[in-house]
């Protein structure tokens, strides 16, 4: 089965202060929510059509800063969701080419600065490599994945996504112990600086996997 993820990338925070020293901060911030409302408040049958627009967004800002890493971690993010969302028989066909050309943008943004975004292009990377399938179809690869969400953590251990996809990577693997204390940590850590719902959005994910972790420890 395809693991494609409805919305599940997010990015971390960019910015420690309201007050945004370059334009591309405020654009960046602006596709940040805009992402947020799309995953946790768009209706499920509007998702797709909503991930699109975002899609042309990010790829125009991409193009207007083409030699920072920001944009092209969240053109990266959006394009997972699109994938995500797509349905019908057909949706593999179409969701992988997204999947593919978000881990180029991905590969790309690592030359330019793999700490950007608090470790986001390893945070992303890790997601795609466990939920994309592998063989003929995708690249998946669960030891690669594995190996870009450990140096997610190393850059940004009390990262939110950092610690909620290596617990949602143990809990694909059935590493139940292992999964347990990633997502506690998502739900104790604080809301993170102007992403209000993305915050709210990623706990409550968070606790309904910690739910379900619980389930499968004597």
Request: aromatic share 12%; charged share 20%.
């Amino acid at each position: 089965m395809i693991k494609w993820i409805v919305g599940a990338f997010s990015g971390v925070c960019l910015f420690t202060s309201s007050v945004f020293a370059e334009p591309i901060d405020a654009s960046v911030l602006a596709l940040q929510h805009a992402w947020a409302t799309a995953n946790y408040k768009v209706a499920d049958d509007k998702k797709e059509a909503a991930f699109k627009a975002l899609v042309d967004k990010a790829t125009t800002l991409n193009h207007q800063y083409a030699d920072r890493p920001e944009p092209k971690i969240w053109e990266a993010i959006i394009r997972a969701s699109y994938a995500g969302a797509m349905g019908g028989i057909s949706s593999m066909f179409d969701a992988m080419p997204q999947m593919k050309q978000g881990r180029d943008l991905l590969l790309a943004a690592e030359k330019q600065n793999a700490k950007a975004m608090h470790g986001s292009v390893y945070t992303t990377l890790g997601s795609f490599y466990y939920m994309v399938p592998g063989g003929f179809i995708g690249f998946g690869d669960d030891a690669q994945a594995l190996t870009y969400l450990k140096k997610a953590l190393v850059i940004a251990p009390d990262d939110m996504d950092a610690n909620y996809f290596m617990g949602d990577y143990w809990l694909e693997q059935k590493q139940y112990k292992k999964a347990l204390p990633y997502f506690e940590k998502v739900i104790a850590l604080p809301v993170v600086e102007n992403r209000p719902v993305y915050s709210v959005g990623r706990k409550a994910e968070a606790a309904i996997k910690l739910t379900k972790v619980k389930k499968h420890i004597r």
